[in-house]
């Protein structure tokens, strides 16, 4: 059998540079779990400061999902129009200014604004840098890079109730550091950027051939060319955003959507306000912040579990389970709340261990069900709408706490599961093994939800 270049892109080992581009594409996920969850240990020192009603703690929680909602959405459009690597800085820079401009923020409004912008400047970055991984990775690696993003996600979630316990010993001002600190790991991440290539397929998409045969021979070596890649144009009939809705694409959009909103909401609020949901189930104080960041240490192994079945259990079992029994871990913490200690940490341990099969599929399924020339548009639009379910999720959390107990509250998460998993059996697909043109290629059934002739 003869091995063509074609074969050497779509099959081509792991290289140094893949390596490399995963690491900087993570920044975005890092920023976005540090920035949610240094909130919910800086909340305990703003609300008091601040006065704030449960109400306006709700929005400040939510602003950052709403930012994101508008981000991600802009983001898209912007990638598929003018290219990865021109908007895979500039938004990180924006985190940079929005961060610092944090710690002089005085006023509920002036605080949710910067946090809003933040927001925008996260959920821009996502379709941007997964769409630019997924157009560069072999199939074989794909899978597991692109949700290897979701665990860079925890770690800056882990790393963010690290640095806000430790900034709480600062004094009244500690929550002013905590919020300012993203700069940081932001500046790190817009140096390592810089440099990256455009992608090749969308340089060719685009008609510049020569600019994408020289990111070819960066990348792949002087014998390979644009000839080399799957024609997606030659497989199905150009696709543009509106398209999306109107055709068989529509399906998959519903789908991704649905499944990545109840996939998130449950986690983002615990994440905004881990430390008083902890607190409503008798861990106070620093006890809770540790529990936090213990929670968070298992989502990451969760995730990196799921990595390694991601390619061997195939996407569709792997999500199904996922929700199935994490979902009976947040019904159970709903049904005891009055539970021991020791079991409510066993049964959040045991949430976050086992929904990281979901986790990680945010990022893989939305950029393998797309072509390249719609692929950040639709991430975008599908992040954006599953941000509003979160950002509303994440607002209603003080007051449901308050109206209907941390019992209530767990069990309407356990309902957001159950909702996810009976989506994922009906409509979820299976891409496994498939080349990004062929998983994006649209079914012979046309039509039908999500892809629905693929996973049968």
Not at 21 to 41: E, H, N, R
Not at 393 to 419: C, E, F, K, Q, R
């Amino acid at each position: 059998m003869t091995v063509t270049a074609g074969n050497r892109v779509d099959d081509a080992p792991l290289s140094r540079f893949h390596k490399k581009l995963a690491l900087y594409s993570s920044g975005g996920p890092f920023l976005d779990g540090y920035v949610l969850s240094i909130i919910g240990v800086a909340m305990t020192q703003i609300s008091p400061q601040l006065n704030l009603s449960n109400s306006a703690e709700g929005l400040i929680g939510a602003s950052a999902l709403i930012g994101i909602f508008l981000g991600a959405f802009a983001g898209g459009w912007l990638t598929d129009r003018f290219g990865r690597q021109l908007l895979y800085t500039i938004d990180l820079i924006a985190i940079i200014g929005c961060s610092v401009a944090q710690f002089w923020a005085n006023d509920p409004v002036w605080l949710f604004v910067l946090r809003l912008l933040i927001g925008v400047a996260v959920g821009a970055d996502y379709p941007i840098a997964t769409s630019l991984l997924a157009e560069f990775t072999p199939r074989r690696y794909r899978g597991p890079l692109l949700g290897g993003l979701v665990v860079m996600w925890f770690v800056g979630a882990a790393v963010a109730y690290i640095v806000g316990e430790a900034l709480l010993q600062v004094g009244d001002d500690g929550w002013r550091w905590m919020l300012a600190s993203a700069a940081l790991p932001a500046t790190v991440i817009v140096l390592l950027r810089h440099g990256t290539p455009e992608s090749p397929r969308w340089l060719a998409n685009k008609g510049r051939i020569e600019e994408a045969n020289a990111v070819l021979e960066k990348v792949y070596g002087p014998d390979v060319t644009i000839a080399d890649l799957p024609d997606e144009a030659e497989e199905r009939e150009n696709v543009d955003i509106k398209a999306i809705i109107r055709s068989g694409y529509g399906g998959r959009m519903l789908y991704i959507s649905v499944f990545w909103t109840c996939s998130i909401i449950p986690l983002f609020a615990i994440y905004a306000f881990g430390p008083k949901i902890l607190g409503a189930l008798k861990l106070e104080g620093s006890l809770a912040n540790v529990g936090s960041a213990l929670i968070t240490v298992m989502f990451m192994i969760g995730c990196l579990i799921a990595l390694l079945g991601v390619n061997r259990i195939g996407r569709r079992p792997l999500v199904i389970h996922s929700f199935v029994w994490s979902g009976l871990a947040l019904l159970l913490l709903g049904i005891f709340p009055g539970a021991p200690a020791g079991v409510v940490m066993t049964l959040f341990l045991l949430y976050a261990l086992i929904i990281g099969g979901t986790q990680i599929l945010q990022w893989i399924y939305p950029n393998e069900l797309f072509p390249t020339e719609v692929r950040g548009s639709a991430v975008g639009l599908a992040s954006s709408a599953s941000r509003i379910g979160a950002a509303v999720g994440t607002y209603l959390v003080p007051m449901a706490l308050t109206d209907w107990g941390i019992g209530g509250t767990m069990i309407a998460a356990a309902v957001i599961n159950a909702v996810g998993a009976v989506v994922s059996v009906f409509w979820a697909p299976e891409t496994r093994g498939m080349a990004l043109h062929e998983a994006a290629a649209l079914p012979s059934t046309a039509g039908q939800p999500a892809g629905h002739a693929a996973a049968v």
